[in-house]
């Protein structure tokens, strides 16, 4: 298959991240079991090539596939995988729309957006529809399972121009609105709004330690203390609550 995938954010392999319950999802997943991944694409040609990409990787197993997603729903409820690499467009039922009847069918996988789609509208409803990560199919190949890694170990994946958009999305939704929050925002330390700042341009855990001076412990600590606080489950979610509430200023 050829490299037809641009960088990710945070190319490398990253350390392990924490759960929204403070707990190190790597830890838990035995290093000795793979992480098994359904591919959905309406493409065969493409499925097979990422098929052939990801049987490279020792700790990475494809368990199945499907071309759409009303066929990713049935797949994914009887295979239960780690993760669904999923495009966007496909005929019958598209990806963003397949995304929460996932969740309901098969609540521990983790869905990973790979598409062509550079739209924001896109990416927006797909956070929304519960994606943890956002990916433009000009990546390269051997990314693709840096990026699996990343999401399988609780962290978000999302190409640097595509957070660049949502940021933008998130600026002009605010600005469209004039509502005021019924009930204040839980209120967030100096130190957690840096966090989630650096969260939301699509940076790890490690790239975010080096760009405060902490450790990586203490931004997991942080991401888990922000995502009590604002009782949410994922990042991305931390970020979209906090751009709705106007907790976090673009400028």
């Known amino acids: 298959m050829a490299d037809t995938f641009g960088p990710v954010h945070g190319g490398r392999k990253p350390d392990c991240a924490a759960t929204p319950d403070g707990r190190d999802s790597a830890n838990e997943r035995s290093r000795t079991e793979p992480i098994r ?4 694409d309406d493409h065969a040609l493409f499925r097979r090539g990422l098929e052939i990409v990801l049987a490279q ?4 197993q494809v368990v199945g596939e499907a071309g759409d997603g009303a066929e990713a729903v049935d797949k994914a409820a009887d295979l239960l995988p780690d993760i669904v690499l999923m495009d966007v467009r496909m005929p019958k039922r598209g990806g963003i729309e397949a995304c929460t009847s996932i969740k309901e069918v098969a609540p521990s996988a983790k869905i990973i957006m790979l598409t062509i789609s550079d739209e924001e509208a896109d990416l927006y409803d797909a956070i929304k529809a519960g994606a943890t990560g956002y990916l433009l199919k000009e990546i390269s190949t051997d990314e693709v399972s840096t990026a699996i890694r990343a999401v399988a170990d609780g ?3 999302i190409s640097p121009s595509m957070a660049s958009k949502l940021l933008t999305e998130f600026k002009s939704m605010i600005q469209r609105t004039d509502e005021r929050r019924l009930v204040p925002a839980p209120r967030l330390t100096d130190r957690e709004l840096e966090v989630l700042k650096l969260v939301a341009t699509g940076m790890n855990n490690r790239d975010i330690a080096k760009e405060l001076f902490i450790s990586e412990n ?3 600590n942080h991401v888990r203390n922000i995502l009590e606080k604002l009782q949410l489950h994922s990042r991305m979610e931390a970020v979209v609550y906090a751009m709705r509430e106007k907790i976090l200023e673009i400028r």
């Open 37 to 40: 991944v359904l591919v959905v």
């Open 57 to 60: 990787e020792e700790d990475i």
């Open 155 to 157: 962290q978000s994946q």
């Open 218 to 220: 203490t931004v997991k």
